[in-house]
């Protein structure tokens, strides 16, 4: 597993597309943070990150699509696949080794925002008037909200050897999975029902790490999450042998 970790870090580092998803998340971020009206916290008058923390996930829906989207559809569609396959290792160390490496890169991607947090430290009224056990509980669930994004993305490589294709299709999950329920349970069709719908999207228990308290429940969720889908992206991976 390692070997595919280091060498997955290498891929990203040596392209372009890992800097542009960088540069792009940290140009967003930073405009709707401290830029644009109605967004900014200047308008907003609260020392806190919220509008980050906010506009983080529609992002990471479209950026964390793109990285993992050729994780496994290009090695397929090239041919390489069958040399990785030679060596000793497993399905699932290809699997967590490229599962492994697209979360470090989020992690590559999510640490200057840190300058963010020190900034609004300073300039609370007074000094470090700010809510910091709510900035890092969000901190820590959009961590996992990330990794969630990309296991989604890692399944949906390992459908298909089509790059745009899995990009879509991580695009339409990641959608479903971060919002729909919340949508349907907006609806108030089911009554008591309504909140367990809720309660299957990533975005319930992400506004509810947020809050600062980390409960038991939400790190269920997301680890459970991750490991549905990472057992789904073997699965698909191992079709190739039927």
Same mark, same amino acid.
């Given at each position: 597993?390692?070997?595919?970790?280091?060498k997955e870090i290498r891929s990203f580092l040596s392209s372009l597309i890992?800097?542009?998803?960088?540069?792009?998340?940290?140009?967003?971020?930073?405009?709707?943070?401290?830029?644009?009206?109605?967004?900014?916290?200047?308008?907003?008058?609260?020392?806190?990150?919220?509008?980050?923390?906010?506009?983080?996930?529609?992002?990471?829906?479209?950026?964390?699509?793109?990285?993992?989207?050729?994780?496994?559809?290009?090695?397929?569609?090239?041919?390489?696949?069958?040399?990785?396959?030679?060596?000793?290792?497993?399905?699932?160390?290809?699997?967590?080794?490229?599962?492994?490496?697209?979360?470090?890169?989020?992690?590559?991607?999510?640490?200057?925002?840190?300058?963010?947090?020190?900034t609004i430290f300073q300039l609370g009224a007074p000094k470090g008037n700010?809510?910091?056990?709510?900035?890092?509980?969000?901190?820590?669930?959009?961590?996992?909200?990330?990794?969630?994004?990309?296991? @989604?993305?890692?399944?949906?490589?390992? /459908? =298909?050897?089509?790059?745009?294709? #899995?990009?879509?299709?991580?695009? %339409?999950?990641? &959608?479903?999975?971060?919002?729909?329920?919340?949508?349907?349970?907006?609806?108030?069709?089911?009554?008591?029902?309504?909140?367990?719908?809720?309660?299957?999207? @990533?975005?319930?228990?992400?506004?509810? /790490? =947020?809050?600062?308290?980390?409960? #038991?429940?939400?790190?269920?969720? %997301?680890?459970? &999450?991750?490991?549905?889908?990472?057992?789904?992206?073997?699965?698909?991976?191992?079709?190739?042998?039927?």
């Amino acid at each position: 597993m390692g070997s595919i970790y280091i060498k997955e870090i290498r891929s990203f580092l040596s392209s372009l597309i890992a800097y542009v998803v960088m540069l792009v998340f940290l140009l967003a971020t930073g405009l709707f943070t401290w830029v644009l009206p109605d967004y900014n916290i200047f308008d907003y008058g609260y020392a806190n990150l919220d509008t980050l923390f906010s506009m983080a996930p529609w992002l990471f829906m479209f950026l964390i699509s793109a990285i993992t989207m050729k994780s496994l559809s290009e090695e397929k569609k090239t041919g390489t696949i069958e040399i990785i396959t030679t060596r000793p290792i497993t399905d699932m160390q290809i699997i967590l080794g490229k599962y492994f490496a697209g979360i470090t890169l989020v992690l590559f991607t999510i640490l200057p925002t840190l300058i963010y947090f020190v900034t609004i430290f300073q300039l609370g009224a007074p000094k470090g008037n700010l809510d910091t056990g709510a900035i890092m509980g969000s901190y820590l669930g959009l961590f996992f909200l990330a990794s969630c994004f990309v296991a @989604i993305g890692m399944f949906s490589s390992a /459908i =298909s050897d089509n790059q745009i294709v #899995s990009f879509i299709f991580s695009l %339409f999950l990641c &959608f479903l999975f971060y919002n729909l329920f919340d949508l349907i349970a907006d609806f108030k069709l089911l009554g008591s029902w309504d909140s367990v719908v809720a309660g299957l999207g @990533i975005n319930a228990h992400y506004e509810s /790490i =947020s809050r600062g308290v980390v409960d #038991s429940r939400d790190l269920i969720y %997301f680890i459970g &999450f991750d490991l549905i889908f990472i057992w789904a992206s073997k699965t698909m991976f191992e079709s190739r042998k039927w």
